[in-house]
């Protein structure tokens, strides 16, 4: 079992920046690729970006690619979300995922990924 926990998340007004942190417990956290996710009221949960359990490959929503960027930290089994640029749009709960089949292209898709943290919401005023 893995366990996440998100926070960071808060209200922030249009253009400004938000710094999301995923802290996980249980197993090897380096064994595992990391996504984060986001869902908006009335939408299904999207992808926003993963990182590789090595860390080198990382992967971008389109709607995210140039303002957000995913980092993680193993020594602080800790996986990172740093949002810059934030639109209204990006309004939604953020949760972070973990997978540990150690793909080197790390995943997309919500059902690929075992374990997931209750959520952060980030609120984009504007």
């Known amino acids: 079992q893995v366990q996440l926990v998100e926070s960071g998340g808060g209200l922030v007004q249009a253009g400004g920046s938000l710094r999301l942190s995923c802290a996980a417990s249980g197993r090897t956290f380096s064994n595992y690729a990391m996504g984060w996710f986001r869902q908006a009221p009335g939408k299904e949960r999207e992808f926003v970006a993963a990182?590789?359990?090595?860390?080198?490959?990382?992967l971008y929503a389109d709607s995210v690619t140039g303002r957000f960027t995913i980092s993680r930290d193993n020594a602080m089994n800790t996986v990172y979300l740093q949002m810059n640029s934030l639109k209204p749009e990006d309004t939604a709960v953020y949760y972070c995922?973990?997978?540990?089949?150690?793909?080197?292209?790390?995943?997309?898709?919500?059902?690929?990924?075992?374990?997931w943290g209750q959520g952060t919401q980030v609120t984009v005023s504007s």
């Open positions: 990182i590789s359990w090595r860390g080198g490959n990382t």
């Open positions: 995922a973990a997978e540990g089949t150690q793909p080197t292209i790390p995943r997309t898709r919500s059902y690929e990924y075992d374990y």
